[in-house]
C-alpha cells in the first residue's frame, strides 16, 4: 500500500539532486529467474565485471575467521589492510583512503572537492559514477567526447575551467574497454592545473596485459594533485563485500577521511581484502582466464561479423549494425534474457549500438556465443 505521494516534501529536494537520472546495475540472476520462471542455476550472468571464479581461498579462510567477531564495530583506521597495501604498494598509512567499494571513494573525492558553482572534467561514455558524484554535489558535469570511444586526453586537460575541481580519468574505462598508454596520462598529467584533482580509476589495472603495466603509484611524488584508486571488486573477486581504496597526497586523505563515515568499511571487507591482496596464484588464475576469455569472445565476434572495440578489462564491448536505422543493443539484451544470458546494456552511456559482455568461465563465453548465435538467427 502507497500513501499519497509527498509531492511537497520531495519539491524540497535540490533540483541537481531530483534531475539525477538513477543508476542501472547489470540484472540479478534471481530477478530474472523471477521474471521469465527460469532455473537460477541455467543463468549465465556477464553483466557487471565481476570474476567468474568467485574469491580467493585466502579471502574465504579470512572470511571464516572474522565471522566471531562481528559483534563489534570495524576499524575504521583500516589498520590491517593499510598495512598490507602499504607493503604491496610501497606507501605510508597516511598515503591511504579505504572505502566502501571505490565507488565510496570516488563519492568521497566529489563531497570533498565538489559544490555548486565548482565543475568536474571526465570524458563522453566513462564511468557513471562520475556524473553521478559529480551532480549529487551540485557540481557541473562536463563530458568531453570521445575519441574512438577512448579518452580524448589533450581535449580533457583543454577543457578544465577555472571552476574546475575534478578530473576524472578511467584507465582501463569501462563500458569501453579502451586504454590510454602511460606515456600519454603522465603528459596530461603534466598540463593539469596542481589546484585540479585528478582522479585515476584503475579498477581494472590487474588485467592488464604484461607489456602495458607500469607502476603508476611512483607519480604520486612527481604530482601532490593525483588520486589513483583500485578495487577489491573485480580481479580479487570481492564485488559482493563492497572494498576499495585511493592512494593519494596525505593532505587529500585528510580532507577525504572529513567526510568519511567512521566505519565505512565492514570487518568481513576489510579482512578479506587484506587476504586477497597477496594471494598471488589466484589473480594470475584469474588473469589467464581472462586472456583467455577475451579471445574466445573476440574469435567468436569475427565469426558472427560483429564489430568489438578493443578492451583490455575484463569485458569486451560488441556492436550490432542497425536494423531500419534502429539501434539494436537493447533488443538483443533482451533476446539473450529470454536464453538465460544477461550482459549489460550500455545505451545510458550513449552507446545504443553496443552491449558489453563481462568475460566468465570458459563455458558461460560458450553459453553466450551459443545463445547470441541463435538470437542473431544465424
Ligand atoms: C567496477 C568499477 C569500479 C569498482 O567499483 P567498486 O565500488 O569498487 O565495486 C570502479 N571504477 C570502474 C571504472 C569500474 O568499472
Redesign the pocket.
Given at each position: 500500500m502507497a500513501a499519497m505521494e509527498p509531492r511537497d516534501l520531495c519539491e524540497q529536494s535540490p533540483s541537481y539532486v531530483r534531475s539525477i537520472a538513477p543508476y542501472q546495475p547489470g540484472k540479478p540472476i534471481a530477478e530474472l529467474a523471477r521474471e521469465y520462471n527460469l532455473d537460477p542455476a541455467s543463468i549465465v550472468k556477464l553483466a557487471?565485471?565481476e570474476n567468474p571464479l568467485g574469491l580467493s581461498p585466502a579471502a574465504k579462510l579470512a572470511l571464516q575467521r572474522e565471522i566471531a567477531d562481528l559483534a563489534r564495530y570495524p576499524d575504521g583506521g583500516a589498520f590491517d589492510l593499510k598495512v598490507a597495501l602499504c607493503r604491496r604498494y610501497r606507501v605510508a598509512q597516511e598515503n591511504i583512503v579505504v572505502?566502501?567499494?571505490?565507488?565510496?571513494v570516488?563519492e568521497l573525492a566529489a563531497a570533498a572537492f565538489l559544490a555548486p558553482g565548482a565543475s568536474a572534467v571526465y570524458s563522453q561514455h566513462a564511468?557513471a559514477?562520475y556524473p553521478l558524484a559529480t551532480l549529487a554535489r551540485g557540481a557541473k558535469g562536463i563530458a568531453v567526447p570521445a575519441k574512438q570511444f577512448g579518452h580524448d586526453l589533450d581535449a580533457m586537460a583543454a577543457a578544465v575551467r577555472t571552476d574546475t575541481r575534478i578530473v576524472f580519468l578511467?584507465n582501463p574505462?569501462?563500458?569501453t574497454g579502451t586504454f590510454a598508454p602511460h606515456a600519454e596520462v603522465e603528459r596530461f598529467l603534466a598540463k593539469i592545473p596542481r589546484n585540479v584533482l585528478v582522479v585515476l580509476?584503475e579498477?581494472?589495472n590487474e588485467y592488464l596485459p604484461e607489456a602495458l603495466r607500469f607502476d603508476t603509484v611512483k607519480w604520486l611524488e612527481r604530482f601532490p594533485n593525483l588520486m589513483i584508486?583500485r578495487?577489491?571488486?573485480?580481479v580479487y573477486g570481492l564485488?559482493g563485500l563492497?572494498?576499495?581504496f585511493g592512494l593519494m597526497h596525505p593532505a587529500v586523505a585528510d580532507l577525504l577521511n572529513r567526510v568519511r563515515q567512521p566505519f565505512n568499511v565492514n570487518n568481513l571487507a576489510l579482512a578479506a581484502a587484506a587476504a586477497a591482496l597477496h594471494d598471488d596464484a589466484f589473480i594470475e588464475k584469474s588473469f589467464k582466464l581472462n586472456r583467455d576469455g577475451l579471445k574466445q569472445f573476440e574469435a567468436g565476434a569475427r565469426q558472427l561479423d560483429l564489430a568489438f572495440i578493443s578492451s583490455v578489462?575484463n569485458f569486451l564491448t560488441i556492436e550490432f549494425a542497425r536494423v531500419q536505422g534502429k539501434p539494436q543493443g537493447g533488443v538483443i539484451f533482451e533476446k539473450l534474457l529470454r536464453e538465460g544470458v544477461i550482459v549489460r546494456p550500455v545505451a545510458g552511456y550513449e552507446m545504443p549500438d553496443h552491449l558489453r559482455v563481462t568475460v566468465g568461465t570458459g563455458v558461460e563465453n560458450d553459453r553466450f556465443l551459443v545463445a547470441l548465435t541463435k538470437v542473431l538467427g544465424r
Open positions: 557487471s565485471n572505502g566502501n567499494g571505490s565507488n565510496d570516488l564511468f559514477v578511467a574505462n569501462n563500458p580509476d579498477a581494472y584508486v578495487t577489491f571488486s573485480k564485488a563492497r572494498v576499495g578489462g
